[in-house]
């Protein structure tokens, strides 16, 4: 089962920064959180991961709160290509697979 | 370039019929993994192999094979194809540990008539 929640979908207006929420209130201290996004039909693309600091790469930052309760993905500059279904996955010493919810289907517009 | 390479990528083809989907990674990964897509259901993972000669169940691996005689390649059997495996099948790979991120292949399209 999934242990994260996610908002259904959300709108985003190109060249603004995208803000896409993830609680998991329940993970324990040596859980990750994983972000992946998939666009239409093609594989899940890895974005980032971490444990309890905040994460930076080319192209995402991740910000997880001091409790490690909730995170937050941030794509500063949407683009249209970033319309995706996004996913927050938390993964443990237990899980060497990923356990893919129902994400945060994400639309950009003009 | 890095990538996970399956194939084919659809395939069309007759209950009964035998087919294997290939999975190939350049990364000398450890791990690989199938999972398989349905509406509604998400991802979910079939088999998985933390190295070579060395495999084990997902969650749904009934009615599937796998083999892992080589590090790059995970091929995916399917002995007696049936309709319920009609889906949207996916390879991964990764170093070993969770935390590693796994990268996926493109996906392979299989309707099983």
């Known amino acids: 089962d999934a242990k994260t929640t996610q908002p259904t979908s959300m709108d985003c207006a190109e060249g603004r920064a995208a803000n896409l929420p993830c609680n998991h209130s329940?993970?324990?201290?040596?859980?990750?959180v994983y972000w992946y996004r998939q666009i239409h039909s093609q594989g899940p693309q890895y974005i980032i991961h971490?444990?309890?600091n905040n994460e930076t790469n080319e192209m995402a930052s991740l910000i997880i709160t001091e409790d490690r309760k909730s995170s937050t993905l941030i794509l500063p500059h949407a683009t249209l290509r970033d319309t995706a279904v996004y996913y927050c996955?938390?993964?443990?010493?237990?899980?060497?697979?990923?356990?893919f919810g129902t994400g945060t289907r994400l639309q950009v517009f003009p | 370039e890095a990538q996970v390479t399956q194939n084919p990528r659809y395939l069309i083809t007759v209950t009964g019929k035998k087919l294997t989907v290939t999975c190939s990674q350049n990364?000398?990964?450890?791990?690989m993994s199938w999972y398989r897509q349905d509406p509604g259901l998400g991802l979910r993972q079939i088999y998985y192999?933390?190295?070579?000669?060395?495999?084990d169940k997902g969650d749904v691996p009934e009615g599937y094979k796998v083999s892992r005689k080589e590090k790059r390649n995970f091929p995916l059997i399917l002995e007696s194809p049936s309709p319920n495996q009609t889906s949207l099948y996916f390879c991964?790979?990764?170093?070993?540990?969770?935390?590693?991120?796994?990268?996926f292949g493109d996906g392979t399209r299989l309707s099983i008539l």
């Open positions: 990364m000398n990964h450890e791990y």
């Open positions: 991964a790979s990764s170093w070993t540990g969770f935390n590693q991120p796994q990268h």
């Open positions: 329940t993970i324990s201290g040596n859980e990750y």
């Open positions: 971490g444990l309890k």
């Open positions: 192999s933390m190295n070579v000669e060395v495999t």
């Open positions: 996955i938390v993964r443990g010493s237990d899980n060497d697979k990923l356990i």
